[in-house]
């Protein structure tokens, strides 16, 4: 039984969003497993920091607040707040939510970066830069599109986003165009500075295979390695953002400061709580990244790089998950194959937890997840009310109506070795990042009890054997207790709510995985039971697949009319 408690330290980090747009599904994919992969560690007796934060610099940041007419610092501000409301009503429960621009991140990074020139890998030289003589100024990253100078794509300024997918360094990109006024840029030369990650490349071969995690995130990394490991410019022309040692008008590149977050953020809670944030970033420990699909480089090689350089502690295991569809739709903002979490879930009174349980069950973590409005109905309706809802349902309701209470019986060897099964696998799976084989086998136990106390009948013992009926109605109490148990690392809140209907007063989420072998008080008052998991009517899902088809069609017509004006011109 995994129930060992280790001396490491474990921090769990998801990757930053950007603090320049509204939550959709596509983030949660990330946020949730390692919120429930949190929670589950900590059922397991361990010691774990939970630690995130929104990405507040960039050109992203600063495209929008230009478009929006406000400051970069404004937005920022209004967009972590956002995030932190959304994750609080997700329950997904970090130790620590951050911001990249606060002055711990910038002293941090400051720091990092010394540390990187003294060592001597960080070096200077002149490039050419693509410059808007009209706009007065050069344009790094999403300030510019044009062709990408590996595989011809139209590709932006940072990444051949629509062809071969690869990072773009400033000054590669061909045919530059201005995103801000659609000038045709100019290229001028100006000094910037790089971090020698080619000379790291020994010691990635090395570290890389020994990487914990996901498969696709580790051997992703080690075939980029292999193939080219190129020097990574570390400074951008902006005002915003943190200013690179003695050089004013540079600052650092996001994705330097934005991984130091990690850092920051853990410094940040250490303070808070009387730690020392060396424990983790300094000695000994189990770093875990969860992120998306799209940041492994970042992750696996420029990130340990990094660290390696500076001095620090080395993540033990990055998590990549696969990315999100729309109605079996390749997720696109543009063009409507979006869920906004606030509006289009909460918005329509939908329960965070039915929507944790279907990423989390829906398909394996590094697969692509399909989310559909018919799949999301058959799953709450089948396997959360019809399975799992219904047993608890009856069990509770039989037990209050002819027993007001736990009857006085012995759980059997055979139930406390399906709940051992069952508790087993699911910890085994979720300590191997397989969230849905984790879920799977904490409804195989729901079924166990559905089949359990439908085969032995209770109904008709109470009125022949009331003896037995008691052996099976404390049976079945026990295998609800476990599951409650079990489910409260995907659906805290409404585990919260059943662990009150089963007579307890203490907090379910300090419940160890222990506590489901302790059988249940003989004579326990039970309060009177309600149904937890209601299933979702045809007709609001309906109204839901309404909606998204009205927004795609409203974003094609947009599209459409752009097409035609383009053409007139």
């Not at 019986?409 to 399906?418: G, L, R």
Request: with cysteine.
């Amino acid at each position: 039984m995994i129930f060992m408690t280790l001396l490491q330290p474990i921090l769990v980090t998801c990757g930053l969003p950007y603090a320049n747009g509204k939550c959709h599904i596509g983030h949660l994919r990330t946020y949730v497993p390692a919120d429930i992969f949190a929670r589950s560690l900590r059922k397991q007796g361990q010691e774990v920091v939970f630690v995130c934060g929104s990405d507040a610099h960039g050109t992203p940041v600063m495209v929008n607040a230009e478009e929006q007419g406000t400051t970069p610092e404004e937005l920022a501000k209004k967009y972590h707040a956002h995030f932190d409301e959304i994750f609080k009503k997700m329950d997904v429960e970090f130790d620590y939510f951050g911001s990249t621009d606060s002055q711990s991140n910038h002293n941090r990074t400051l720091s990092i970066v010394n540390a990187l020139i003294k060592s001597g890998y960080v070096y200077s030289m002149k490039i050419d830069l693509a410059y808007c003589p009209k706009c007065s100024r050069f344009l790094p990253d999403r300030y510019v599109e044009g062709i990408c100078p590996h595989c011809g794509s139209h590709a932006r300024g940072d990444e051949c986003d629509q062809g071969c997918g690869k990072h773009l360094e400033p000054g590669e990109i061909k045919n530059a165009v201005c995103n801000s006024c659609g000038t045709e840029a100019e290229y001028r030369s100006q000094e910037h500075f790089f971090f020698k990650l080619s000379s790291f490349k020994d010691f990635l071969l090395d570290y890389l295979p020994d990487l914990g995690g996901t498969t696709n995130a580790r051997n992703y990394a080690i075939k980029w390695v292999n193939n080219e490991l190129r020097d990574w410019c570390i400074t951008r022309n902006m005002e915003w953002g943190v200013s690179f040692p003695d050089h004013e008008d540079l600052v650092v590149y996001v994705w330097v400061d934005a991984p130091i977050g990690y850092i920051s953020f853990t410094e940040e809670w250490a303070k808070r709580e009387g730690k020392n944030w060396e424990d983790v970033w300094r000695s000994d420990s189990r770093i875990i990244h969860f992120i998306g699909l799209d940041i492994v480089y970042h992750h696996c090689i420029f990130w340990p790089a990094m660290l390696k350089g500076a001095g620090y502690t080395l993540p033990s295991s990055i998590v990549a998950s696969g990315m999100v569809k729309i109605e079996d739709r390749k997720f696109s903002k543009s063009r409507g194959y979006v869920l906004w979490v606030d509006e289009d879930y909460f918005g329509h009174g939908f329960h965070p937890d039915i929507l944790r349980y279907y990423l989390a069950s829906y398909t394996s973590h590094t697969k692509d997840l399909n989310f559909s409005w018919e799949m999301f109905q058959q799953k709450t309706n089948s396997e959360l009310a019809g399975s799992f809802g219904n047993f608890l349902y009856r069990t509770l309701s039989f037990a209050y109506k002819n027993f007001e209470g736990v009857p006085d019986a012995k759980v059997s060897s055979e139930t406390m070795n399906e709940i051992k099964r069952a508790i087993d696998a699911n910890t085994a799976s979720i300590n191997n990042y397989e969230f849905k084989q984790a879920a799977d086998h904490a409804m195989l136990l729901a079924d166990f009890g559905n089949t359990y106390f439908q085969s032995r009948e209770p109904w008709k013992l109470i009125k022949t054997d009331k003896n037995k009926c008691a052996e099976v109605l404390k049976n079945s109490l026990q295998i609800a207790k476990a599951l409650i148990i079990l489910f409260e690392p995907v659906m805290p809140g409404l585990m919260e709510t059943a662990w009150k209907q089963l007579g307890f007063t203490g907090n379910i989420h300090t419940v160890s995985y222990r506590e489901a072998f302790i059988e249940l008080e003989n004579g326990k008052k039970l309060p009177k039971p309600g149904i937890i998991i209601s299933k979702i009517e045809n007709s609001k899902i309906e109204e839901m697949e309404a909606l998204l088809t009205e927004r795609i069609g409203g974003t094609l017509e947009k599209e459409t009319e752009a097409q035609r004006a383009n053409e007139t011109v």
